[in-house]
Nanobody, 124 residues
Framework: HVQLVESGGGSVQAGGSLRLSCAVS?????????VAWFRQASGRWREGVAA???????VFYSESVRGRFTISQDNGNMVYLQMNSLKPDDTGMYYC??????????????????WGQGTQVTVS
């Protein structure tokens, strides 16, 4: 029903910025209330860092990125993650994900059933 393609990862020095993009394509009859960004560092659990409720642009952030990252959308066709003041702890594979349900826990991966292939972010 839904295809997600991430881009924009790369290597950056601590304190720098990156902008990730997620291209969202779907069957027009299928509704996806939320799109989120998750990340996974080597040997660690997958962590939800930001989510956006597409109909209202309501946003949610993890405490680890609040104030530094900003999630936004372009009419639900593109979802972005602007990452500022990057730290080495932000290093990991970043995934865009979408869910077909109105989850009450938008930063938990369990409710997301569509995933992109991931894009690597390395902060040194």
């Amino acid at each position: 029903h839904v295809q997600l393609v991430e881009s924009g990862g790369g290597s950056v020095q601590a304190g720098g910025s990156l902008r990730l993009s997620c291209a969202v394509s779907k069957n027009r009859y299928y509704t996806i209330p939320y799109v989120a960004w998750f990340r996974q560092a080597s040997g660690r659990w997958r962590e939800g860092v930001a989510a956006i409720y597409l109909s209202t642009s309501g946003v949610f952030y993890s405490e680890s990125v609040r104030g530094r990252f900003t999630i936004s959308q372009d009419n639900g066709n593109m979802v972005y993650l602007q990452m500022n003041s990057l730290k080495p702890d932000d290093t990991g594979m970043y995934y865009c994900a979408a869910t077909g349900i109105a989850t009450t826990t938008p930063l938990l991966s369990v409710d997301y059933n569509f995933w992109g292939q991931g894009t690597q972010v390395t902060v040194s």
